[in-house]
């Protein structure tokens, strides 16, 4: 039987759960890959008490993995996107294909790396990247292949989901259930990149240049966090039939391809809508096949390890190289698709906005939505409370761009009746 | 540019959707194959108005496209298992792969048609047998492949669920919802193979053998239908916080493995509880991953075109034939666990029989549910109406073996306290 040496660099929670995912279902593994897949260098600052390294080539110096002459794939679950580069592509121009799981360095230069692995005959492969264990790159890559993808909305991030499911269902400010992730583990200690959204879009990026065959773009997508939500907007929300999610929203149309990461209302009686607490769900839209949706873990050391080793079998399984481009397509068929500046998107809105309970704020209101084209779907103004001046008024628009609504909601923050700032959060219904 | 040569045998729904979608996404399915897959040979017994076959052979005789030479790939679209069969293996000793969407040939038959395939050096796919547009099987067989697949349980009958839907949201009947499901073209004239769970059984026996490595064994499916579902017991179900679907279920256990298709009372907290009306949904739980689910799009001309041309794409792009064995391991590592008799097999039971409205009935019942070692759950007993002598009472039991609640239940029967059969459904946490 064909042996398939595997060097892993990186021996943290996602390391270490590889490292046990492999030794514990060897037999099913080997059944599975019709090869025997052996760790037999592992490149780490200092050994895990999880894992049994007897027998096993250890190197503190990781790029001893990449130049080992033995090794057939490197595996890099270091993080980061300098030390990792490097090594990644050490390991190419050594003849090593890679399995990575690092979403940051694939986004950012995911196009330098495939360039260098096509040269040099070998693959890489990132299913952990995205979505944990969901085998979500090998769905769009492979099991949608027929499809023309028309767009995909993803909560993939399980911290921020984590975070509006509280919110939600215990009435919790973010501040609050944020602080409490953190001390649980859920949340680094620099949340920034779950809940400003630069993770989503890290792998955002990947999933459109996946679904739609063009070159990764990191810097073009429009992110926005979920740090300003308030659970009095969820609370609306539910009241209008919709739950709030932080999505990743790609979408093809004429003018070019959206990338959106940010707040999202989308209807009560979706099945995205019911995807609650760290779990991740990304909901395609493919021409033929329609709607899928693939859920399950979206982070954790064996989830993601999962995804590492249905790499590492895919690899062993296969006799050939470049059998599957890394981004569906070859490099020289991705196309340059101009990617749609943010203020030229177009989506319903909802607004709320604190106004002074006098007659004709409501009329001046209307008067600039209807000035920037803006149509109203639904209206919702709330009493004042005993002794308070001040009416909450929630609208909910039709399409809009972004642009326009920019302006009308400048000039509503303008007006002397109105208080305070006005809170704008995307709504979609995303069936189509 | 490599030419991959498709031969498609019926152009019914399934192979006119095939061809349309193989022309219409001719150009992206080009680059993401790397190949051009052109459709050079069609058997059918009358052209297709759907499809332009101008410049492409047309046979009568579908035995012809398996004696073409020039054909690479012989796709399977006709149904049925007795002429499919010789068709198929008529393609596999021409030395061509085959590509199917026929889940009882592969149920029945599959055991005899991989090994024939193997010996042949040629591939069978049949990603299209199973929920229709939804990647299943290469999940199965590739993507969770790091993982001991603990248990899985699908919502693989879209005609079935439509009408479970209905009697819930709207509180009708079953043959009233099927009598409109077929008038509306949704259910087959002869309804008996998605309500009695046949089909099911087909797409169930696959999943199984896929998850756990083992031969297919169609007969061993235990299969019951949802023809006696009542509505009644759908809202008592929803009063006690359960979905009632109709289930595939395998599971892996110490002394076996459990296969069975039939009516299940799922919490309603759960995804796979959300999924409406026609759609499908599979949940499988790994070892390393964690639960993970699968949801689209059951069936229909393009959903189901996706997969065979997902599969299409696949074997274009391998260069290598037997890169992935049928069943995810070759034939000669199939496992030959025993398939555990459903009396044996252990659920929560949700039982309603109609009870005279006397002192010392309830502790009959009880006395006979305790001497079978059965344990009660939760209990509801309603007031009986004006006039009326017999009250409706609704026992959620423990785990029990289906032979202990099987004797219980005639001991029930048997009371001349109790009027007509006791209705019987089994209920599942669907969480360990």
Avoid at 367 to 392: C, D, H, K, N, Y
Wanted: hydrophobic residues 45%; charged residues 20%; negative net charge.
């Amino acid at each position: 039987m064909k042996s398939v040496n595997i060097g892993i660099c990186g021996l943290g929670t996602v390391g270490g759960g590889t490292f046990n995912v492999l030794r514990d279902n060897a037999e099913l593994i080997t059944a599975r890959a019709a090869a025997r897949l052996q760790v037999i260098h592992v490149g780490a600052r200092h050994d895990s008490p999880a894992c049994d390294l007897a027998g096993i080539r250890v190197s503190r110096d990781i790029f001893e993995v990449a130049r080992d002459p033995e090794v057939d794939i490197l595996v890099e679950l270091i993080g980061g996107t300098t030390v990792a580069r490097e090594l990644v592509e050490a390991a190419i121009i050594a003849g090593k294909h890679v399995v990575t799981a690092n979403k940051a360095l694939i986004a950012e230069f995911g196009n330098e790396i495939f360039a260098l692995a096509e040269k040099h005959g070998v693959e890489v492969r990132y299913e952990a990247a995205i979505a944990g264990g969901i085998p979500i790159v090998k769905a769009l890559r492979e099991g949608l292949a027929a499809n023309r993808i028309e767009w995909l909305a993803g909560i993939i991030n399980g911290t921020g989901n984590y975070i509006l499911t509280e919110m939600r269902d215990r009435g919790r400010e973010f501040a609050d259930v944020l602080a409490e992730a953190q001390a649980l583990g859920y949340a680094e200690a620099d949340p920034a990149f779950d809940v400003e959204g630069t993770d989503a879009a890290h792998k955002l990026v990947i999933l459109a240049s996946l679904a739609f065959g063009m070159p990764l773009q990191f810097d073009a997508v429009y992110t926005e966090g979920i740090t300003e939500l308030t659970t009095q907007d969820v609370g609306y929300a539910l009241e209008l039939g919709y739950i709030i999610k932080h999505l990743g929203i790609a979408k093809q149309t004429d003018q070019g391809v959206e990338l959106r990461v940010h707040p999202t209302l989308i209807p009560d009686d979706l099945l995205l809508a019911e995807v609650d607490g760290v779990k991740n769900a990304i909901l395609v839209e493919g021409g033929a096949v329609g709607p899928t949706l693939y859920y399950g873990a979206g982070a954790g050391a064996r989830p993601t390890a999962s995804a590492v080793v249905a790499d590492l079998i895919d690899l062993a399984r296969a006799d050939v190289s470049a059998r599957l481009p890394a981004l569906g397509v070859a490099i020289a068929d991705l196309r340059n698709v101009p990617i749609i500046p943010i203020e030229k998107v177009k989506t319903p809105w909802y607004l709320r906005m604190e106004v002074a309970d006098k007659p004709g704020v409501l009329s001046r209101v209307a008067s600039i939505f209807s000035e920037q084209g803006i149509s109203i779907e639904a209206l919702i103004q709330r009493a004042p409370g005993q002794g308070q001046t001040l009416v909450s008024l929630i609208v909910l628009t039709n399409k809009a761009p972004q642009g326009s609504v920019d302006i009308a909601v400048s000039e509503i923050e303008a007006l002397e009746t109105i208080n305070g700032k006005v809170t704008r959060i995307r709504v979609e219904a995303l069936d189509g």
